[in-house]
C-alpha cells in the first residue's frame, strides 16, 4: 500500500488525539469552519461520521447528530466533496491531518464498493472504520482498499479474547481502534479504571500495530490516562455536546476549537 497520511503520522514518536465529528451539525456550513478549528488546535487525526438512520454503536448524542446530518442535506457523496473541498482549501485553511470516514457498511455498498473507494481516495479520505463489518468479512474489502491507497482501522472491545485482538491487529492496516467499554459512543461507565487498565494491557501484549482508545472520553484528565496506556485518544461526544446549541457556523467552529485546545 502506498504511503498516506496516516502512515507518515504514525512513524512520528507521539500521542494522538482524535477528533470525530458529524458533519453538517449542528447548523447547515459547520463542516469546514469545524475542521480549520479542530486542524489549528491540535487534532491529529479527524473522523467524519457518516450519517445513517439506523446505528448500532452510537449512542443518543451522535444518534441525534446524524439525524440533524441528514436533515442538513448530508450524504455519502456530498460528504467526499466536502472532504475534496476541505484538502483544496475551498471555504476554509487547506486541511492536512489525516481523515477517516466512519459509518456503516449499509450507505457504502448502496453508493458501490469499488467505486466508493476510488471517489474516497480522489477526494482526499484516508481510511476506513465500518463499525458493523466484522474481521470474518472484511478481509476482501480490507484488500480493495489497500490497493486503492486507504487504511482499515477495526474495532476490539474490552470482551474480545487475546487471539481475536491479535486477528484484528493483523487485519487493521496501521492501527486499531480500542472501544473503552463494551457499551454505546458517549457512556459514562469508566468507574472502574483498574478493569480498563488491565483490558488495555492486554491488548499492548497481543498486538504488534499501535491503537487508540474511544468511548466515554471527556475532558484532559481522561486523555492523558489513556496516552498512559495507549498510542491515543478519541474524543467525539462531549465535542458533539459541546457545540450543541450553537446556531451559526462562526460560533460552532469557535467552540470546537476552545474545546479542543483544553484537550490538549
Known amino acids: 500500500m502506498p504511503e498516506n497520511r ?24 459547520a463542516t469546514l469552519p469545524v475542521l480549520e ?17 439506523d446505528p ?20 455519502l457523496k456530498n460528504l467526499l466533496e466536502t472532504v475534496r473541498r476541505a484538502r483544496n482549501g475551498e471555504g476554509c485553511r487547506k486541511i492536512t491531518v489525516p481523515i477517516i470516514l466512519m ?9 458501490g464498493g469499488e467505486c466508493f473507494l476510488s471517489d474516497a481516495v480522489e477526494a482526499g479520505v ?3 472504520l465500518i463499525p458493523d463489518l466484522p474481521p470474518e468479512e472484511i478481509e476482501d474489502y480490507r484488500e480493495m482498499a489497500r490497493e486503492a491507497g486507504l487504511s482499515m482501522v477495526l474495532l476490539i472491545s474490552p470482551v474480545t479474547p487475546p487471539e481475536r485482538i491479535e486477528l484484528i491487529d493483523s487485519l ?28 488495555l494491557k492486554r491488548v499492548r501484549q497481543h498486538t504488534k500495530k499501535k491503537f487508540v482508545v474511544g468511548f466515554g472520553i471527556k475532558d484532559k484528565a481522561r486523555v492523558e490516562h489513556m496516552w498512559g496506556l495507549a498510542d491515543g485518544a478519541v474524543v467525539g461526544t462531549a465535542l458533539l455536546q459541546h457545540i450543541a446549541g450553537c446556531t451559526a457556523p462562526e460560533e460552532c467552529a469557535r467552540l470546537a476549537g476552545e474545546f479542543w485546545k483544553s484537550l490538549r
Request: aromatic content about 10%; glycine content about 10%; some cysteine.
Open 172 to 199: 487493521s492496516t496501521d492501527f486499531s481502534y480500542c472501544l473503552a467499554v463494551n457499551a454505546t459512543t458517549g457512556t459514562s461507565k469508566l468507574s472502574d479504571g483498574a478493569a480498563v487498565d488491565d483490558y
Open 37 to 53: 478549528a479542530l486542524q489549528e488546535n491540535g487534532a491529529d487525526i479527524i473522523e467524519l461520521g457518516i450519517p445513517f438512520s
Open 56 to 75: 448500532v454503536g452510537d449512542g443518543p448524542v451522535i444518534q441525534e447528530a446524524a439525524h440533524v446530518a441528514i436533515r442538513n442535506g448530508v450524504t
Open 6 to 29: 496516516i502512515t507518515k503520522l504514525l512513524k512520528q514518536d507521539k500521542k494522538l488525539l482524535l477528533a470525530y465529528y458529524m458533519p453538517e451539525y449542528p447548523v447547515q456550513g
Open 126 to 128: 484516508d481510511g476506513l
Open 103 to 111: 459509518g456503516y457498511s449499509n450507505p457504502l455498498f448502496a453508493y
